[in-house]
């Protein structure tokens, strides 16, 4: 579905990513690790349209989409929810879902608020609150809600359990077991390496900007020397 | 008593119509992050168009019209043909390159029609007065105030309610997010000059009326009070920029009627003064929005 | 004041005189060609609109901060110097009630202008004062936007005291007792305005308000406190522009408040863009090349293309050449540039400058390796029960990390667990709401970040915040200044070899935007080696390097600590870099600290491991 083919940046003289290359498949749910500073962030701003990309080939359902503007992506079917949520602060529960709709016609959108009120039961209850006010694993629950809002095909995440509490790491995680039940495709971006690989059906290892391991969860699971690679020993 | 309440209607009238000029001037900063120093150039252009129309036998019923749709024109044009080619830019860069507009169309009248003043009449009512006990109320000012109240109405019903609204407010807010959700830039960013021109629009429409005139270098008063409301009532605000206006509109008249006759002339530096002071003790404007620095 | 007296004082010198000799040269070629009194007169403006925009260069050019009002100010001076310098004779016919009894008073011109400088640059101060203080909250559009109120007011006023200025019609015009005959005044005061911009722009001062220009908030952490130096740049522009002004109401023999208003106020900007506001030879350049470019199309507008001798005539001609196409020009050279050319046709460079680079500087042999501090000044940092929240996101809860000279102490952790933040904190950056720190018992909570680089805290940042337009030296330059001012009481290293520790001699002149990625890490830590400090604080020094890269890193920090005496703190998410450099290491995790000691026993610590891969809690 989504098939990422020797992509690099350069930022000056940074290499951000070097030939990363990956795949992700119709209905998986895979795992984008590793280290801070890797790379993982700029790798799906690049996807997502938002990053200029030196020189690699990204498709989308045989769609050429690397130097597709951010609301063509979009419009294609695939959803980003960011590193830090990025939710309109000012803007209310409902206006931050009905933006993330705003591709849709008015009838598709109120059909899919009404579903993510039934989905998301905490949102429902802070509807017509800033969405400044909310607490991060509200927050998160947003961000991906608002994401869901264009009825993607693909979503990507990028850091979702950032600075949430474990009960909240495990919503999430849930959330996106069901994204997939519902037909969905997932990459996620993940800190929390051994929980992503417990969810995913595949995974990859980003360091410095390179595709350094790969494999099922399994595999990458029973590695010994995955803190290693991730703590630079 | 009654000076005071005749004052405030007239400050309101003023106000009023520098509130319109300093949302659209605000419109335009939260998208692009830009002042926009050509603002006042969306009057002077209609304002010539305005004289020309009066030349040709037109009426206050089509002038009206026309001078709200050639701002909207004028603002989309000038995005297409000068702001587009900055986006991005520093911040110097854009206030310059807004200044350089400014200044070709002033200088391009002055080129091309004369520098000398062009007359424009006034509607018959403009001079009437409204008795209300021992008020004389100018019907003017109550018309402004009238259609100011209803345009800002319209304008809050816009930015909450319709789709559009929430597109320009989610881009104003984070703009990468927002095309992240699908919005287009070039969309949001011309639905910004479109609405800025449209108020403008409706604020040029009485500021012709008042001034009974137009010269090349009409448009920097109106910009200047637009930019100067958007910075008393705190940039980044939307409202501010509406109190901001209202608050210079009432400061002016005020002032004028509280100096002494020998120095009302020098209103304008005595307002500037109130206006240094204001920045002296509450520096981010009235409803100043916190800016959070990016480490 | 100066750091190296040839290039900072010597070279600008000839460099001064050499514009001037270019400018007034090239003007005497043009008027003797020409031989007539228009071009004499043509010459005259352009000198003197020279003095004016050299004044407002010395403003625009060091701070980056765009101003309008500079011209506003003009107004000032040249109604000042009109009123002081115009014989009461002539005072009567125009102004005969001046307020102060001014219509009585005459003095001679020279005083007069000096009177103008003094008056006009006390408004400065109060003006700069209420810059400083928006610009503080509300970023420099705000001070953009106060010099065009300034501009604006400065009109009014003048349009509406005709009592002092003769109001609008007519203002004042006059032939003051000795008229400007010959040009010498103007000579001198173009020569002073060349010599004053040109040293200050190589002064500390100047070299401080640039620093802050290319990244305020990098320029803080080094210690420097731009709103001070904006302030001077401010004054002596003002007093700059004040000389010019009251020799244009001088030479034109007459003042109006249209003269200095948008017209003149955007004629003399244009100049500045086009040739590069951000050097004098910049300056001078656009006033030569626009006096030329108005001249031109005043000659088209006025004589068609007859000018060159081509009779080309034509309806569609008379359309673009007619009067006042000079004042188009202006409009559209101003958004062309910023289009194609935002920093001007010579960017940033300097003519004196250059000539050093080429001939001037002596050959330099690479300095020695620098030894450790015998003696290391102890010093005791700590910092306890720090808390921040963003909104309803707890960044940071009651952490606390202390650190000795002599020590390295690491801070690790995953994403988001508020190691930035922390550093941000003790480095006065963001404001915590619980918590204290201090340096050997001296709170430091609640100060600004000049402040607390003052008193020994110098960080570096994650995201590199080089000055990129100067070179390494300049770089490196910046924070020794400061050092020299602040840090006295510290063995300070000299730059050369701070540049040559950090592996960048070969790259000592290379602008600081040119260097690699490693390359310019190296630099942060040698600019604010150059601090002198008591403590560096190094955020993520190793993001983006290599295996190998960050190993070397680990020498070159420890090597530059131990030559300035300062202990370490570093914030970095690489355990092996971390564990390879530092003596003791905190671990943060959603912003607390939940372990800490030495290396081994971090390791080798569970929850560290959890914190790290993520909890395996099944489901």
């Known amino acids: 579905m989504l098939e990422v083919a020797g992509l690099t940046t350069k930022y000056g003289a940074i290499s951000a990513l070097r030939d990363a290359s990956l795949t992700v498949s119709d209905g998986e749910i895979v795992g984008l690790i590793g280290p801070n500073g890797a790379g993982k962030t700029t790798l799906l701003g690049s996807i997502a349209g938002l990053l200029p990309i030196d020189s690699g080939v990204i498709t989308f359902d045989g769609e050429d989409i690397t130097s597709a503007a951010p609301d063509k992506i979009l419009r294609a079917g695939l959803a980003l929810v960011p590193e830090h949520r990025r939710i309109f602060v000012d803007m209310t529960v409902e206006e931050n879902l009905k933006v993330g709709g705003v591709t849709l016609s008015r009838t598709d959108r109120q059909e899919l608020l009404t579903e993510m009120a039934e989905l998301f039961p905490v949102l429902r209850d802070k509807w017509d609150t800033a969405a400044g006010y909310l607490s991060g694993g509200e927050a998160q629950q947003l961000a991906i809600a608002r994401a869901l809002m264009s009825n993607p095909r693909a979503i ?3 850091e979702p359990s950032l600075g949430l509490a474990p009960i909240l790491v495990d919503l999430v995680f849930d959330l996106i077991a069901t994204l997939k039940s519902n037909g969905r495709t997932v990459l996620v971006v993940e800190q929390n390496a ?5 969810a995913a059906d595949r995974a990859y290892v980003l360091r410095s900007g390179a595709v350094v391991a790969s494999g099922t969860a399994t595999e990458l699971l029973e590695r010994s020397d995955l803190f290693d690679s991730f703590a630079g020993g | 008593m009654e000076g005071l309440l005749q004052n ?13 000029l300093a949302l659209g001037v605000a419109v335009v900063f939260g998208i692009m992050h830009m002042l926009n120093f050509a603002h006042g150039e969306l009057i002077t252009i209609p304002g010539y168009l305005t004289y020309w129309a009066f030349n040709n036998g037109w009426n206050w019923f089509t002038v009206i019209p026309l001078i709200v749709v050639s701002a909207v024109l004028s603002s989309l044009l000038i995005e297409r043909i000068a702001f587009s080619r900055v986006r991005g830019a520093t911040d110097f860069t854009m206030l310059l390159t807004s200044f350089g507009v400014h200044f070709i169309v002033s200088a391009g009248f002055l080129l091309y029609v004369s520098a000398s003043v062009k007359p424009i009449p006034r509607p018959g009512w403009f001079a009437n007065t409204l008795a209300m006990g021992s008020l004389n109320i100018e019907i003017f000012d109550l018309v402004v105030i009238g259609v100011t109240a209803v345009v800002l109405a319209g304008t809050t019903w816009l930015l909450q309610r319709t789709m559009f609204g929430l597109a320009l407010r989610a881009a104003a807010s984070d703009f990468d997010t ?11 960013i011309r639905g910004a000059f479109a609405l800025s021109g449209f108020l403008a629009g409706i604020a040029g429409i009485f500021w012709i009326m008042r001034e009974g005139q137009v010269t090349p270098t009409a ?12 910075l008393i009532g705190g940039l980044g605000s939307l409202r501010g920029a509406v109190l901001g206006g209202l608050v210079l509109g009432l400061a002016e008249v005020l002032l004028r009627s509280w ?17 240094a002071l204001l920045f002296i003790f509450r520096p981010g404007g009235l409803l100043s929005v916190p800016q959070v620095e990016r480490v | 004041m100066f750091t190296n007296s040839r290039r900072d004082v010597a070279f600008p010198l000839i460099g001064a005189v050499t514009l001037f000799a270019l400018l007034f040269g090239g003007g005497l070629m043009y008027q003797t060609i020409l031989g007539n009194g228009s071009a004499q007169r043509l010459v005259t403006t352009m000198l003197v609109d020279a003095i004016i925009v050299i004044g407002i260069q010395i403003y625009v050019g060091n701070t980056g901060i765009l101003s309008f009002g500079h011209i506003g100010f003009g107004a000032i001076a040249g109604y000042v110097f009109a009123v002081f310098a115009i014989s009461p004779a002539e005072k009567i016919k125009r102004i005969p009630m001046a307020p102060f009894g001014l219509t009585d008073v005459e003095v001679p011109p020279a005083v007069a202008i000096a009177i103008a400088v003094v008056i006009t640059v006390l408004f400065a101060v109060v003006v700069g004062i209420g810059l400083a203080r928006s610009g503080a909250q509300s970023g420099s559009v705000a001070a953009t936007v106060i010099t065009l109120a300034l501009l604006f007011v400065t009109h009014e006023v003048a349009k509406s005291w005709p009592e002092l200025t003769g109001g609008n019609r007519g203002g004042i015009s006059f032939a003051i007792g000795a008229s400007l005959q010959g040009r010498w005044p103007i000579v001198a005061a173009l020569i002073g305005a060349l010599v004053i911009a040109r040293l200050y722009g190589q002064s500390r001062s100047g070299r401080l308000a640039v620093a802050a220009r290319e990244d305020n908030l990098a320029a803080r952490a080094m210690g420097v406190n731009p709103l001070v130096q904006q302030m001077v740049a401010l004054l002596l522009s003002v007093a700059v522009v004040s000389v010019g002004s009251a020799l244009r109401v001088w030479q034109i023999g007459s003042i109006l408040p249209d003269r200095f208003f948008f017209a003149y106020g955007m004629l ?11 050097s004098v030879t910049g300056a001078v350049l656009g006033v030569a090349v626009m006096t030329a470019a108005r001249e031109l199309a005043r000659r088209l507008g006025q004589d068609g293309f007859e000018v060159f001798g081509i009779g080309l005539d034509g309806a569609p001609l008379d359309w673009i050449f007619r009067e006042n196409l000079n004042s188009v020009v202006l409009g559209v050279a101003m958004v062309a540039f910023m289009i194609w050319r935002p920093n001007g046709i010579l960017e940033d460079w300097e003519f004196d400058q250059w000539l050093y680079r080429r001939v001037g500087r002596r050959t330099e042999t690479k300095p020695g390796r620098l030894p450790a501090l015998d003696v290391i000044p102890d010093a005791q940092f700590s910092a306890s029960g720090i808390s921040v929240s963003f909104g309803g996101f707890q960044a940071l809860s009651d952490a606390g990390i202390t650190a000795e000279s002599g020590e390295v102490v690491g801070i690790i952790g995953p994403n988001g667990a508020g190691k930035t933040t922390f550093v941000n904190v003790i480095t006065g950056m963001v404001k915590p709401s619980g918590g204290q720190f201090s340096i050997d018992g001296d709170q430091l909570t609640g100060r600004p970040s000049f402040e607390l680089s003052r008193r020994g805290l110098v960080r570096t940042f994650q995201n590199l915040r080089l000055f990129g337009a100067l070179t390494v030296r300049e770089n490196v330059e910046t924070a020794a200044l400061v050092a020299q001012e602040h840090r006295g009481h ?6 050369e070899s701070l540049i040559a520790e950090a592996g960048l001699w070969d790259h000592r002149d290379r602008r600081a935007r040119e260097l690699d990625y490693g390359n310019s890490r190296r630099l942060e830590l040698a600019r604010a080696a150059a601090m002198a400090p008591s403590f560096l604080l190094l955020d993520e020094p190793t993001s983006g390097m290599s295996d190998s890269e960050s190993i070397a890193m680990i020498e070159q920090v420890r090597h530059m600590a131990a030559t300035v005496g300062a202990g370490v703190i570093v914030i970095d998410h690489d355990l092996g870099f971390i564990t390879g450099i530092s003596d003791r290491i905190y671990v943060f995790d959603q912003g607390s600290v939940i372990a800490s000691g030495t290396p081994t026993e971090v390791q080798a610590n569970p929850r560290v491991q959890a914190a790290y891969l993520g909890s395996a809690a099944a489901r």
């Open chain 1, 194 to 198: 051994t929980r992503m690989l417990k």
């Open chain 2, 8 to 20: 405030v209607i007239d400050g309101l009238g003023r106000g009023s119509i520098y509130a319109l």
């Open chain 3, 268 to 278: 003399t900007l244009v100049m500045l863009i086009v040739g590069g506001r951000n």
């Open chain 2, 178 to 188: 927002a095309r992240l959700m699908g919005i287009k830039s070039d969309s949001v």
């Open chain 2, 259 to 275: 100096l002494p006759l020998s120095i009302q002339n020098l209103t304008t530096g005595f307002v500037f003064v109130l206006i």
């Open chain 3, 490 to 495: 510290r063995t300070l290293r000299d730059v």
């Open chain 2, 219 to 230: 448009g920097i008063n109106p910009m200047l009070q637009g930019v100067l409301a958007v």
């Open chain 1, 156 to 158: 990507m995440m990028d």
